[in-house]
């Protein structure tokens, strides 16, 4: 079995910083890369970033496009997401989340990831 646990959420005011880590325990599994979701009160489930193992690409959604850095560790199936500026609107529970088969099609998609992390709040006050 395959568990993800994220740490680093908490509380801060808007134009503040932090960093989230998820790090795998278990068993040992391929992942194709590693991704951040977010989700705030009464909305869906939403990608934030992904790092892709092959090759080191980080992709991102619009909205935290120059303000959020993901970074990772393969070998040890752990990834980081360092946040900045942070706004009142990135308020929610953020996921970590290892990439199934699907990835490579799928990687802004729920479906892209098979194994998931219960969650971290974060919310920034304004």
């Known amino acids: 079995q395959v568990h993800l646990v994220e740490s680093g959420g908490g509380l801060v005011q808007a134009g503040g910083s932090l960093r989230l880590s998820c790090a795998a325990s278990?068993?040992?599994?391929?992942?194709?890369?590693m991704g951040w979701f977010r989700q705030a009160p009464g909305k869906e489930r939403e990608f934030v970033a992904t790092i892709i193992w092959s090759g080191g690409a980080q992709i991102y959604a619009d909205s935290v496009k120059g303000r959020f850095t993901i970074s990772g560790d393969n070998a040890k199936n752990t990834v980081y997401l360092q946040m900045n500026t942070l706004k009142p609107e990135d308020t929610g529970v953020y996921y970590c989340a290892a990439g199934s088969p699907n990835y490579y099609s799928d990687y802004r998609r729920i479906t892209g990831y098979r194994y998931w992390g219960q969650g971290t709040q974060v919310t920034v006050s304004s």
């Open positions: 278990g068993r040992t599994f391929s992942s194709y890369g």
